[in-house]
């Protein structure tokens, strides 16, 4: 694999990329590279702990002039993004104004905190009279809801996107369910006029299963699936609210 330019590796779970990580970084030893000098960064310290152990393994098959490569091998930068990042900056932290004695929080401690945030901007806000923050408790429950915030939080961090990006995404599902609700209008006042009174209705029919277009459920076109498009709105927004102050807590609390 040539490292002339940039090279992205694009591939789902289970597909081999940290074999051929691990392949790349043996061919890059053979041509007499420092591993020192070689930064092998990857997401959990489980992989990186994988990666490391699978080139020691494939050094100790070869012959007796690896053994310096692997006796340096446990010193090597082969670790997860934030551990590779945090060698920098107490390396070089005097420099940048910061105290290299600072801590990172490894992976359970960050997501304690996250819950620990998710938890007390809830009870803020509902104690606060939020009453947008205490229709989505009801809806989802106290656990529900902060695992649901955190997992909410990790995905935009994930993507790299920030609680406005999530305003916009609302945005844009709601003049999407706008657009839906002008096709259906004409069925909505048949069966009812307000979603309430169509999903008693619906229930009705799913107890008597009874043949009628509101029991479809399956169908992206179908009306009841539309219906929900639109009703999922509200909910949507006020967990991007609630959401955005989530973040706010947890980044304030690392």
């Not at 494939?58 to 340096?72: D, F, M, P």
């Not at 091998?73 to 070089?92: E, K, Q, V, W, Y």
């Not at 923050?133 to 106290?142: E, P, V």
């Not at 979603?195 to 799913?206: A, H, N, R």
Request: hydrophobic share 40%; charged share 30%.
């Amino acid at each position: 694999m040539s490292f002339e330019n940039n090279t992205v590796v694009w591939a789902s779970a289970g597909t081999g990329k940290t074999r051929k990580l691990v392949e790349v970084y043996l061919e890059l030893l053979e041509r007499g590279l420092d591993p020192m000098r070689i930064a092998a960064v990857t997401f959990t310290e489980r992989a990186a702990a994988d990666m490391r152990d699978r080139i020691r393994t494939a050094l100790e098959t070869k012959q007796g002039e690896w053994a310096r490569t692997i006796s340096i091998l446990t010193a090597a930068p082969i670790s997860t993004i934030h551990a590779f990042c945090a060698m920098l900056l107490r390396d070089n932290g005097i420099r940048m104004g910061i105290d290299p004695s600072f801590s990172m929080l490894d992976e359970q401690q960050s997501l304690d905190l996250a819950r620990e945030s998710a938890r007390e901007i809830i009870r803020q806000e509902i104690r606060g009279g939020n009453d947008d923050a205490a229709a989505i408790f009801r809806d989802f429950g106290l656990q529900g809801l902060v695992e649901t915030l955190v997992s909410l939080g990790y995905w935009l961090n994930s993507l790299g996107h920030d609680a406005a990006w999530l305003d916009a995404r609302v945005d844009d599902q709601r003049r999407a369910a706008a657009a839906i609700e002008k096709t259906i209008c004409d069925e909505i006042r048949k069966y009812g006029r307000t979603f309430e009174k169509i999903g008693e209705l619906s229930d009705e029919l799913e107890a008597k299963k009874a043949k009628h277009p509101l029991r479809k459920r399956d169908d992206p076109r179908a009306l009841l699936a539309q219906i929900g498009q639109i009703a999922g709105v509200e909910t949507s927004y006020r967990l991007s609210k609630l959401g955005g102050l989530f973040l706010e807590r947890f980044q304030a609390k690392k």
